[in-house]
């Protein structure tokens, strides 16, 4: 197993959170501290993939930007009505 180096941060919460914290952690028999690990964690990673994908929709709009390419809402629509329908097609290529 990896060596994980661990650092104490401290977090000043609310006390309306802090007893539903406990609340949660008691039902799940686990430790508050156990749910805030979870939850930043959980945080963290959503909010990289929100980023990651931020950062794709603005390459894509300057790509759009730097040549023409695309494809229109009618073409999405077909090609998506397609799917599952025993008649799926490829997806539309991108034109000017």
Same mark, same amino acid.
């Given at each position: 197993?990896?060596?994980?180096?661990?650092?104490?941060?401290?977090?000043?919460?609310? &006390?309306?959170i /802090? !007893?539903? $914290?406990k609340?949660?952690? *008691?039902?799940?028999?686990?430790?508050? @501290?156990?749910?805030?690990? =979870?939850?930043?964690?959980?945080?963290?990673?959503r909010?990289?993939?929100?980023? &990651?994908?931020? /950062? !794709?929709? $603005?390459?894509?709009?300057? *790509?759009?930007?730097?040549?023409?390419? @695309?494809?229109?809402?009618d =073409?999405?629509?077909?090609?998506?009505?397609?799917?599952?329908s025993?008649?799926? &097609?490829d997806?539309?290529?991108?034109?000017?």
């Amino acid at each position: 197993m990896a060596d994980i180096t661990r650092q104490t941060t401290t977090l000043r919460i609310d &006390q309306d959170i /802090k !007893e539903r $914290l406990k609340t949660l952690a *008691d039902d799940r028999n686990s430790s508050a @501290h156990a749910l805030m690990l =979870e939850a930043i964690a959980e945080y963290v990673e959503r909010e990289e993939k929100r980023s &990651q994908y931020r /950062k !794709e929709a $603005l390459a894509a709009w300057e *790509d759009y930007q730097d040549t023409g390419k @695309h494809i229109t809402a009618d =073409e999405t629509v077909t090609w998506l009505e397609s799917w599952g329908s025993g008649h799926e &097609q490829d997806a539309p290529a991108c034109h000017k």
